[in-house]
């Protein structure tokens, strides 16, 4: 039953997410508008809610055993990391808050070696912003230090 529920959650957050994008807008004369995006991410997760509601009814487990200690810990990681990064996005900007971000969850969550954390923040921070701050034209939010 709380499969179920939670399913139907799903499919509404996606729901929702298009509604409240649609009304940013999805296209214009310039190409994709700031609703683009969330109206993509909207779709595929209320795909995903409704393949997990169908699935779920072949695959039920009747009583879902729920996180503990070190699992649980890495889960509230990512949200408190989460939660920083969006708090910090105003003051410090796209770039160093995602770069601080990446950094912290890898060494604590995935608990990578410094080397690695470091080549996989710059090169992810990097690619992100390309793609979305060059190539789609996007205004990402800029830092004191003007990036």
């Known amino acids: 039953m709380f499969e179920r529920i939670l399913n139907v959650l799903w499919c509404l957050l996606g729901l929702a997410t298009m509604v409240n994008s649609w009304s940013l807008g999805l296209t214009g ?33 009747p009583n879902p ?6 699992a649980l810990g890495r889960i509230c990681g990512v949200v408190a990391g989460l939660i920083a990064m969006a708090a910090s996005l ?7 808050a995602s770069a601080l971000t990446t950094f912290v969850l890898l060494q604590t969550v995935e608990r990578s070696r410094l080397v690695e954390s470091l080549i996989i923040t710059v090169v992810s921070v990097a690619v992100v912003m390309l793609v979305f701050g060059r190539l789609l034209g996007m205004n990402l939010p800029r830092g004191p230090w003007g990036w």
């Open 29 to 61: 004369s310039f190409g994709p508008e700031s609703g683009f995006f969330p109206f993509i991410c909207g779709a595929l997760i209320t795909v995903c809610g409704l393949g997990l509601m169908f699935k779920a009814s072949s695959t039920s487990v």
């Open 65 to 70: 055993d729920w996180p503990r200690a070190a």
């Open 90 to 96: 105003p003051y410090l900007g796209f770039a160093v």
